[in-house]
């Protein structure tokens, strides 16, 4: 209880230092010269389609099964990609229920329409993991629940080569 209020008050302090509101004008004002700069440089850039790359071979059996360890890896992986997150697949530990469970996707989830009629396909599912918002159907835009997911390579959170071994994984997963 004592830690919890400590927490607040530390937390309070910092944001007074950030930001502080001129009751008189009626706008915020940031005390911290870069406050502004900071908190900018969380909102991420507008969605963005994407192709798969001639060198993520997904239409290969060989391939997939290739990738799919490093796939799982980063899955798994809480400081990079952090699916596990949300989702849960065969082998993940403390994974969560937010998203959907990944167990058998190829045969259960990949096959189920998606909303806006949009048709599951490999390259729905490599842009689902880079930048799932260019999927989402307009009347959803502002449905918060359709906007969680990580933009994964738009914001540089994850490379070309990993979104394929990630997509690789989830095509396992039979």
């Not at 004592?2 to 915020?28: E, F």
């Not at 959907?100 to 259960?108: G, I, M, S, V």
């Amino acid at each position: 209880m004592r830690m919890n209020y400590l927490y607040s008050l530390i937390a309070g302090v910092i944001g007074l230092l950030l930001i502080t509101a001129d009751s008189k004008a009626g706008k915020i004002e940031f005390e911290h010269p870069d406050a502004k700069e900071i908190m900018l440089k969380d909102i991420p850039p507008g969605p963005r389609h994407y192709a798969i790359p001639s060198n993520c071979k997904l239409d290969n059996p060989d391939f997939i099964k290739k990738m799919a360890p490093k796939g799982k890896k980063l899955f798994n992986n809480k400081k990079a990609a952090n699916c596990v997150a949300c989702h849960c697949a065969p082998g993940s530990k403390g994974c969560g229920n937010i998203g959907p469970n990944l167990a058998h996707y190829k045969n259960t989830l990949m096959k189920a329409p998606y909303l806006g009629g949009q048709k599951k396909t490999v390259s729905w599912l490599f842009q689902r993991v880079a930048d799932y918002r260019v999927q989402i159907p307009p009347e959803y835009k502002n449905e918060p629940y359709f906007n969680i997911m990580t933009v994964n390579l738009t914001t540089g959170k994850l490379s070309y080569d990993d979104v394929c071994a990630i997509t690789a994984f989830l095509l396992t997963l039979e």
